[in-house]
């Protein structure tokens, strides 16, 4: 049983989709087994209870320095004792330390056909805006390895999603969760946990 620890800081509709897909059977052999946010307010940390799944707050604000920080959201992860750890919307810089001690089992999804639109600044809204403002016709969602840059690791999944006249940035967003993001993210968890990566 693939153990998964989730890091989000928002609402966790990526979470949801998670654990309605192994919930529905759609995901085998994995368990999500705790949920990190760095925001305390962050609904994400009530799904996870809703499914008496161990979730706590790390939040950067609480300690001295981001090495303090670091440290502390390492050693939080490491007590859960993780097979893979799944960042699902989680808008912190992952520690490089945390990189190194669990390479090649970290996994991003990221609102767009990496390369296009990803990196330093583009996530959120931000990513959909850029996309509507370079007028692309297909837009997606990249499921990728963390590895030490800010999208740059290998790619496992992805999914192109039409961007259609008179989108909004709110109303691509919409669309690219529903069609790629909700879907990606369960069937990456899917492969790893049965060993198709």
Known sequence: MLRVCVLVSGGGTNLQAILDAIDDGAVTNAKVTAVISNNPGAYALKRAADHDIPAECVSPKNFEDRAAF?????????????????????????????????????????????????????????????????????????????????DSGPILLQKAVEVKPGDTPEILQRRVMEEAEWKLLPQAIDMIANGLV
Not at 94 to 115: D, F, G, T
């Open 70 to 150: 670091n440290r502390a959201l390492l050693e939080r992860v490491d007590s859960y004792r993780p097979d893979l750890i799944v960042l699902a919307g989680f808008l912190v810089k992952v520690p490089a330390e945390m990189i190194e001690k669990y390479r090649s089992r970290i996994i991003n999804i990221h609102p767009s056909l990496i390369p296009s639109f990803c990196g330093v600044g583009y996530y959120g809204l931000k990513v959909h805006e850029a996309a509507l403002a370079r007028g692309v016709k297909v837009t997606g969602a990249t499921v990728h390895f963390v590895d030490e840059g800010m």
